[in-house]
């Protein structure tokens, strides 16, 4: 009873917030680009964890922006995922999202101006698109954050990963960084509407460069790059 009073309190709030500040971005990545204002952006993300009542940590070593691209890969747990990320990694990032995002309203106009990547990962055919044109970002220098579970989990454990982005990596010979998620599940997942203040955080794992998973099948990387990112989660 008294967590769901404080969602109804802190919910209002956070939507305010996440209004005012999703339109000052808009407005920003017209008149300058998205990759021109991710300092900007990671100030925002920032803001929009805290209206939801999280204390918000980054930990590990942050990757050099200046030696990238890199692939960021984290587990999917709730809806402060992409502010954690935005908030946590140094520099613009791509990233794919669910094709149905981009019709929500606010959300998906920003996910479009931002510059991610529509996916259906049900129709092979639109995915494998989809994942070109991620390849073809990161060709150009651009750092990308995924999922490879795809969708939040239900349970708060890391669900199956899809093989999708260890592909890109094979293909790219991109720098991995694993990203842990801690907290994030707990203070709001999808089996619950509430938001629950708390203390979450971002860990950057050790970099899993080319010349370490060259020799790797795609079902090793995916197993080492889970194994990894549990460990944080475990720590």
Known sequence: ????????????????????????????????????????????????????FQHYRVEGKIPDKNKGPYLYLFNH????????????????????????????????????KY????????????AVKSLD?????????????VSPEGTRTKTGKINEFKKGPFHVAFNTGITIIPIALKGAYEAQNKNDWRIKPGKIKAIFGEPIDKNHYANMSIDELSIKVKIEIQKMLDG
């Not at 309190?9 to 999703?22: D, H």
């Not at 791509?94 to 920003?110: N, Y």
């Not at 991610?116 to 092979?124: A, C, N």
Request: hydrophobic share 50%; net charge positive; aromatic share 10%.
């Open 1 to 52: 009873m008294i967590k769901t009073a404080i969602s109804i309190i802190i919910i209002p709030l956070w939507i305010i917030v996440f209004l005012i500040g999703s339109t000052l971005y808009y407005i920003l990545m017209n008149l300058f680009g998205s990759k021109n204002i991710h300092s900007i952006s990671r100030i925002i993300a920032r803001t929009f964890i805290l209206s939801g």
């Open 77 to 112: 747990g709730s809806i402060f995922d992409p502010f954690m990320i935005i908030g946590a990694v140094p520099q613009y990032i791509t990233g794919v999202g669910a094709k149905k995002q981009f019709s929500w309203p606010i959300w998906g106009k920003l996910a479009t």
């Open 115 to 126: 510059g991610l990547i529509p996916i259906e990962r049900k129709k092979i055919n639109s």
């Open 133 to 145: 044109a991620l390849e073809s970002a990161i060709g150009k220098g651009i750092s990308a954050a």
